[in-house]
Nanobody
Framework: QVQLVESGGGLVQAGGSLRLSCAASGSIFRINAMGWSRQAPGKQRESVAGITSGGSTNYADSVKGRFTISRDNAKNTVYLQMNSLKPEDTFVYYC??????????????WGQGTQVTVSS
């Protein structure tokens, strides 16, 4: 199995910054895509940002220019730098990783989530 452990969430004032981290561990042969999604209670989870093993990135329109996703392949870790935070960025943030186990079967794993709260 693959475990994803997120950290870096918390409470911040509007206009502030937070950096989320997510480290993957387990029987990992290769991680292809990694990303971040967010979800409010009772709402559907939405994709925020994604990054491939080669470094190609994509962002939701709502966070473009404010959030930056990056990864350290050697550490199997993905980051989300969040700047100019707004109250509407208040969600539980989840990281996701897709790749291959050592036996070359695929995995698609999620972290437990970390709360981000932005006060006005």
């Amino acid at each position: 199995q693959v475990q994803l452990v997120e950290s870096g969430g918390g409470l911040v004032q509007a206009g502030g910054s937070l950096r989320l981290s997510c480290a993957a561990s387990g029987s990992i042969f290769r991680i292809n895509a990694m990303g971040w999604s967010r979800q409010a209670p009772g709402k559907q989870r939405e994709s925020v940002a994604g990054i491939t093993s080669g470094g190609s990135t994509n962002y939701a329109d709502s966070v473009k220019g404010r959030f930056t996703i990056s990864r350290d392949n050697a550490k199997n870790t993905v980051y989300l730098q969040m700047n100019s935070l707004k109250p509407e960025d208040t969600f539980v943030y989840y990281c996701n990783a897709q790749g291959l186990y050592w036996d070359l079967t695929r995995f698609d794993s999620w972290g437990q989530g970390t709360q981000v709260t932005v006060s006005s």
